[in-house]
């Protein structure tokens, strides 16, 4: 004991407690990948929209048509590989922009060299590319992790850093997304985002050509990959801003470096540019609004849902980031540079995400949008656990302690959704603590669900609809048929339930 004792405290003195915590994650990822082998899988990996991500490498690089036609050859065999959105004149595109490929893309072509080595179709879809391509997701956060180190280890000491990358990576659901549903957009953006904000606080301090290049690349792929992460421009415009009064010096700085400006925003372009040359071959417009009726209602944000919800509440899925909330009234002393560009573009964020149609976004473990944005959260966190880190023994050890609860509690809670104990798109209030600290799901768990009805919740409008069951009584099997009608429906007399046929009615 008094040797492990010795190593921790070598690795304290030295800086390498925080190190520690990214190797642990990386680890710990790297386990859960192995364990669950999605790669084996048909649909394991190139799920949801990842399907939209990922379509432009094997369209470029097997198929050698990025318009798409080849899928007209085969379609059954295309079916849930590649989506395929047409326009009106016939024009084919892909609803998500093709930035997460830019990504994907090393990872792509380790894949295709291991499928060629070993024998196995060079699609673009068998197990050696999907294989590669969720381990792409560990390796960004890994990136990320240390870009974001290296901010934090400037304001904070190495024991704070160590415990906030511990509580943002196993405590929240960036764990999730970097695992189970690894390839999705979030892990990476999470990333972006971290050396994005490192890329800030060194471009104010040197405003090179090379870092204005790196900035520029960094911020373009990330308005790319989603869109309105653009809102991260907020953090580089009024990094420094402390008052009102700080906006005259900080508009002469930038007019003082207007060609750095300028090559951020011609880097940024750079990126973007692909996606809209395609959009221009495909549909004949620079510019395309690939999400059809879908959009925003910002005079009906749904933030209060957003927030607690047990939908898909993000402080009741991932509770632990109401400790980085808290940490804005430490923040707003002891980090003032950060203390404003961060608090206003949480505020903006919150609104615009939860203004989106579905605010609940679809399938998914509690508010997956909120993950992006989770590298600059870890600063309000990293001031709170700062100011627990010296405060009195007993608030110092049950504050951590508390919070690594929710730590192991944010792991129960994702083999919850990985074993159906929590919902992917239909939890309610009754169903979430009927289920609370089960593994397996019954079905009084299933009775307790609560659809939403997508028709009018497209319209800027909160509804739900009846859970479609297949008959009554014990044996009853629930349908996931909720966006189909059938003639000979009946709504049961409570309104929860509607059965496919007469027969069934009680």
């Known amino acids: 004991m008094e040797k492990i004792k010795q190593f921790f405290e070598w690795l304290k003195k030295n800086s390498r407690l925080s190190l520690l915590a990214i190797i642990f994650f990386v680890v710990a990822a790297s386990w859960t990948n192995m364990n669950n082998g999605l790669w084996n899988r048909d649909h394991g990996v190139v799920i949801h929209d990842v399907i939209s991500y990922y379509s432009y490498l094997p369209a470029l690089f097997v198929y ?9 050859k085969d379609p059954a065999y295309f079916q849930g590989k590649i989506f395929n959105s047409k326009t009106k004149d016939g024009g084919n595109y892909q609803k998500m922009t093709m930035g997460l490929s830019f990504l994907y893309l090393p ?10 080595l070993i024998g196995t179709p060079l699609d673009g879809f068998s197990y050696p590319f999907m294989c590669w391509l969720l381990f792409s997701s560990v390796f960004y956060v890994f990136i990320g992790l240390l870009y974001l180190r290296k901010t934090l280890l400037r304001f904070f000491d190495d024991q704070t850093v160590a415990f906030v990358l511990i509580f943002i990576t196993i405590g929240t659901n960036l764990f999730f997304y970097t695992t189970l549903e690894g390839a999705m957009s979030h892990a990476y953006n999470f990333s972006l985002i971290a050396v994005f ?3 800030t606080i060194i471009w104010h301090e040197n405003p090179s050509r090379n870092n204005s290049i790196y900035a520029g690349l960094i911020f373009g792929l990330i308005s790319l990959i989603r869109p309105t992460n653009v809102l991260i421009v907020i953090i580089f415009l009024l990094y420094n801003i402390i008052s009102f009064n700080d906006l005259k010096d900080k508009f002469s700085f930038y007019l003082n470096h207007y060609s750095r400006l300028l090559t951020i925003a011609f880097f940024a372009f750079l990126i973007i540019f692909p996606q809209l040359l395609f959009w221009k071959l495909n549909t004949g417009h620079w510019l395309y609004y690939s999400y059809k009726e879908e959009g925003f209602f910002f005079l009906k944000p749904e933030i209060y849902r957003g927030l607690f919800s047990y939908r898909k509440g993000w402080l009741v899925y991932t509770p632990i980031m109401i400790f980085a909330i808290t940490g804005f009234y430490f923040l707003r002393k002891r980090m003032t540079i950060l203390f404003l560009p961060i608090i206003i573009f949480t505020i903006i964020n919150i609104y615009v995400i939860f203004s989106w149609w579905d605010w609940s976004y679809g399938g998914s473990f509690g508010a ?13 966190m990293s001031a709170f656990v700062e100011k627990i880190l010296n405060s009195k023994r007993l608030l110092r050890t049950g504050t951590l302690a508390f919070m690594f609860l929710l730590v192991m509690f944010n792991i129960f809670q994702i083999l919850q959704y990985k074993y159906a104990t ?8 009754e169903s979430y603590w009927h289920s ?22 497209i319209k800027g409008e909160y509804a739900k609809i009846p859970k479609i069951r297949e008959s009554i009584g014990p044996d009853a099997v629930t349908g996931f048929e909720e966006f189909s009608r059938f003639k000979n429906n009946f709504i049961s007399t409570d309104g929860h339930y509607e059965f496919k046929d007469a027969k069934f009615q009680s």
């Not at 050698?64 to 007209?72: E, M, N, R, T, V």
């Not at 990872?107 to 060629?116: I, K, N, Q, R, V």
């Open 368 to 380: 997956r949008a909120m993950i992006d944005s989770y590298a600059l959260m870890a600063i309000p």
């Open 107 to 116: 990872f792509f072509l380790l894949g295709y060299a291991s499928a060629w």
């Open 64 to 72: 050698h048509d990025l318009s798409f036609k080849f899928i007209g």
């Open 422 to 429: 929590i919902h992917f798109c239909e939890m309610s209030k």
């Open 197 to 199: 904000l490192y890329l």
């Open 436 to 457: 609370f600290g089960k593994l397996k799901a019954d079905i009084e768990f299933y009775n307790l669900l609560e659809p939403l009805d997508y028709k009018k919740l």
